[in-house]
């Protein structure tokens, strides 16, 4: 069988699945698009998600087009934002172009569990926020708390791999009213976009489209009631920090800088963003700072020292505490445990519940603010 056969036979299997947002079929209402097949018997389609389609119709997509004869697998790209404009009808390997994104709908309503919400943020990219981020969710946890967290870094969605899970999330609630139910790892319920990937596979999208996923994170994650929903932003002052804070309430966030200035200079400018955008910041914390050599115990400033709190002191707000430079750290993030399970008495792993507890007493309004 050709390829182009292929691609015919698939298409027509693909057609036979009903689409649960309207009338009509998946390919009718033009959700399939950019259909190939390789000479190997790989299938490659992109799916556009509708608002209420669940999330088990990408599972009957890909066993549809793996019952084809000839098909020895299907890669399934999904497209999750609801704010992209409807794709026209046929599929069949036409590319959707993003349209506009429209005005943001009123905050109300959105997350009526989550008690706060918390975003983890930094001026650039490799300064450990995802890091910071995943302690920070699971020493709340094990305090005690409800706690969420949501991976907003689109494009570089690393809490999967931190928390050492590759399933793909399920479907809970009644047919009809479905949503993702988070995956749940030591004690935090989880979503990433990195779930719904396969292994290696980019997410690749125009800025605009950012809202529409994260608004779909919000609205249709079961996440249930929560103390704390922490989320992992991505780096700089984009669509991502945009849109989360005209799409919800957010409580204020934390700044992850390491001491040099090429660091800490950017996350002068994020901090200034979230300002203008009426965001508080909850405090700055100066990550890689000082490696405590092992053999000798003489204490070396890689990346110089005291950068974070110099900020923190300029800027007028807290300073949540510094975080040194622990191979430990890598080797929890590798294994996929955060660190404050693997190893809490290592350095870092003291510094960084000590981080969690001076953010818990900003937030209950027992520290400066």
């Known amino acids: 069988m050709t390829t182009q056969h292929l691609e015919q036979s698939v298409l027509e ?55 084809v004869e000839g098909v020895t697998s299907a890669k399934v790209n999904v497209q999750l934002p609801q704010a992209a404009p409807a794709p026209p009808a046929g599929g069949g390997g ?7 994104v429209p005005a943001p709908e009123p905050k109300a309503g959105l997350l009526p569990g989550v008690r706060r919400v918390i975003a983890v943020s930094s001026g650039k990219g490799g300064v450990g926020k995802s890091m910071v981020a995943s302690n920070l969710a699971v020493a709340l946890a094990r305090d005690g708390n409800c706690v969420g967290l949501l991976d907003a870094d689109i494009y570089g969605p690393n809490i999967p791999l931190m928390f050492g899970e590759s399933r793909k999330p399920g479907v ?12 749940e ?3 935090v319920r989880l979503m ?4 719904m990937l396969d ?6 999208m125009r800025g605009p489209l950012i809202s529409g996923i994260l608004r779909q994170f919000l609205e249709q994650v079961a996440w249930g009631t929560l103390d704390y929903l922490v989320v992992d932003m991505p780096p700089g002052t984009g669509d991502a920090q945009l849109s989360l ?18 660091s800490t200079g950017d996350v002068r400018r994020g901090i200034r963003m979230f300002e203008k955008v009426n965001t508080r910041v909850l405090g700055i914390v100066e990550n890689m700072s000082g490696y405590q050599c092992p053999h000798c115990g003489e204490v070396v400033d890689i990346f110089g020292s005291g950068g974070g709190e110099a900020l923190a002191a300029e800027l007028g707000v807290p300073f949540l505490g510094r975080i040194p430079l622990d191979a430990q750290v890598r080797e929890a993030g590798d294994a996929g445990v955060p660190t404050v399970v693997r190893t809490p008495d290592s350095p870092a792993g003291k510094a960084l519940r000590e981080v969690a507890d001076a953010l818990l007493k900003v937030l209950e309004g027992v520290g400066p603010r």
């Open 94 to 100: 036409r590319e959707l172009q993003p349209g506009s």
């Open 13 to 67: 299997a693909l057609s036979r699945v009903a689409s649960p947002s309207g009338p009509g079929d998946v390919v009718s209402r033009g959700q399939i698009q950019s259909l190939s097949a390789e000479a190997d018997g790989t299938v490659r389609f992109s799916f556009f998600m509708a608002p209420d389609d669940p999330g088990s119709l990408v599972r009957e997509l890909r066993k549809a087009a793996e019952s």
């Open 172 to 183: 809970t609630g009644e047919p009809g009213a479905e949503r993702i139910a988070p995956l």
């Open 245 to 262: 804070v005209q799409t919800i309430d957010i409580d204020g966030s934390v700044m992850v800088t390491t001491p040099q200035d090429v």
């Open 185 to 187: 790892v030591h004690g």
């Open 192 to 195: 990433s976009l990195g779930f």
């Open 199 to 204: 292994k290696d596979q980019p997410a690749i």
